[in-house]
């Protein structure tokens, strides 16, 4: 232990201005989170960010060189030091002068904010320590030791940074587009695979110095990062995500009625005219009252009873299902030729879908009378400030710490908003909701953000259903809300991901173009 303080203080005697760089920088950061608007005259945007992630990485690869550990000459070999002290007193220089001051920097933003500091916020200063570590902290401490001098150090970055330029010219445009619940699944092996590498060879490296052993150990390290990027949209990594669901499926889903104006439509899909997108109108139906579902991918496999068959390429989608039911359009593309054959032939369709599936906790109302309240499970809610041109009664803003929740549906009734009617519109009518839907798709308890301050502004669109313009003709009102306008709020939790396949029966297909000339009777 005597040894870890001796060398904890010869760091420290030695790196103090590194350390000053580190903390002024990260202290300019926190401050230009908090006063946006009252930085400098020419606000710099990212610059405080960038100067304070610059100066932890000159300060890790200066403490980790100040007993280098390349080559067979190094002066602390002489010393009474074993290997594994000289490792915890980096590491503990690096807890105390660089994650310290960022965590301190973190209570000092959520306080600012209005937040409670509690015990629970334990667990998302810690992920963020650790995000932090994974990401800077510990990059750095390797490519430190496993580099003799700092030119080298300057050599393995431009190395880096030109196969960084070189990546992006890869063909990705060829991959399967990559679902959001495959690229987190993705996110989620990259990391237990490439963070536990690099530790080994920092620990590797300071325990046997086997140099370019390590380094081959960090060459596959980055050269494994476009990899799994790439896997993340094969389908092993999709089955993974999304797992097929055996049981009940949590929703029913069926072709709208195949009349004249509701029929699958066929649209030119590029410019070359050699695909075409088949639109498709849907029925959703049969969602449980406390569940909540996300489509978030759609595949189609087209059939005939000659047993031929063809399947289409996923799709994203947004789609958004409640307990009412809703109608909403899938498309997919298809080459043109076989697209011309569809209508004379009997095409059968099947739709596989890609869901996230939440459960819904119970709805909160909220009264909005006071400039600043509380919404469980959310954060603080405040109506914003005075400012010159703006009506701060109609601009709600929520911040949350660490992360939003997972799903966050805010609701208003027109029969109960509280502001004056617009200019030549009659009042509100009773009957109608706006509802502002949000997601959060952070994997741990914070979002992967430096600052641990989450915010939005409350955005309800149009009224549903809709009510006509008066002054306006042909367009509809957007929905309003002022101080005291009461909402209600539901929270909901990722429940699971999954795969469900929907027969659809036979797909009647009407090229749009064939729809416009018997309409004008052509």
Excluded at 38 to 56: E, F, K, Q, T
Excluded at 425 to 439: K, Q, Y
Excluded at 450 to 468: C, L
Aim: proline share 7%.
């Amino acid at each position: 232990m005597r040894i870890v303080i001796h060398i904890l203080r010869k760091d420290l005697r030695s790196h103090w201005w590194g350390i000053a760089l580190f903390v002024a920088s990260t202290a300019c950061w926190a401050w230009q989170q908090v006063h946006p608007h009252a930085w400098v005259r020419h606000n710099p945007g990212d610059l405080p960010i960038i100067l304070s992630l610059s100066a932890c990485i000159v300060l890790t690869v200066s403490v980790i060189h100040g007993e280098v550990l390349v080559g067979d000459r190094q002066f602390w070999l002489t010393r009474p030091y074993r290997w594994w002290r000289l490792m915890a007193a980096k590491i503990a220089f690096l807890a105390i002068f660089l994650h310290l001051p960022v965590c301190v920097a973190q209570l000092y933003l959520l306080a600012s904010a209005g937040l409670s500091i509690t015990l629970s916020c334990i667990p998302g200063l810690l992920y963020l320590q650790l995000v932090f570590l994974c990401v800077w902290t510990l990059p750095a401490a390797v490519l430190a030791a496993i580099t003799e001098s700092i030119s080298e150090c300057v050599v393995a970055v431009t190395a880096l940074i030109f196969f960084a330029i070189l990546v992006p010219w890869l063909p990705w445009a060829d991959l399967p587009v990559t679902l959001p619940g495959a690229r987190m699944a993705g996110t989620l092996i990259g990391c237990a695979i490439l963070v536990p590498a690099l530790a080994f060879a920092l620990l590797g490296q300071y325990a046997f110095r086997r140099t370019w052993r390590m380094r081959l150990v960090v060459a596959g390290v980055v050269l494994a990062i476009p990899a799994i990027v790439a896997a993340s949209s094969g389908q092993l990594v999709r089955s993974i995500a999304y797992p097929l669901q055996s049981g009940r499926p949590p929703l029913r889903v069926e072709i709208v009625d195949n009349s004249l104006d509701d029929r699958p439509v066929s649209t030119p899909d590029d410019e070359f005219g050699s695909r075409t997108r088949v639109i498709v109108p849907v029925a959703f139906s049969s969602v449980a009252m406390d569940n909540y579902v996300m489509i978030e991918g759609s595949l189609f496999v087209l059939r005939r009873p000659d047993g031929w068959h063809w399947e289409s390429t996923w799709s994203v989608e947004r789609i958004h299902i409640t307990n009412s039911g809703r109608e909403a359009d899938l498309s997919f593309a298809i080459p043109t030729d076989l697209a011309n054959q569809l209508p004379r032939k009997r095409v059968t369709a099947q739709a596989e879908l890609a869901v996230a599936l939440y459960k819904l906790g119970s709805p909160q109302r909220i009264e909005t009378g006071p400039t600043r309240f509380n919404v469980p499970h959310v954060g603080v809610c405040r109506w914003g400030e005075e400012r010159p041109g703006t009506d701060s009664n109609k601009e709600l803003i929520c911040t949350s710490p660490f992360r939003m929740p997972q799903l966050l549906i805010v609701r208003i009734e027109s029969g109960q908003v509280t502001c004056p009617s617009e200019p030549g519109e009659p009042v509100l009518p009773a009957g109608h909701n706006a509802t502002d839907i949000r997601r959060d798709k952070a994997l741990g308890p914070a979002d992967f953000e430096p600052n641990p301050v989450r915010r939005f502004k409350a955005d309800f669109g149009v009224w549903s259903p809709t009510i006509p313009s008066a002054t306006y003709p042909g367009a509809d009102r957007n929905s309003s809300f002022c101080r005291g306008t009461p909402i209600v709020v539901r929270t909901g939790s990722l429940a699971g991901r999954m795969r469900i396949t929907a027969d659809l029966g036979t797909l009647a297909i009407e090229s749009r173009s064939q729809s416009h000339d018997s309409g004008t009777g052509k």
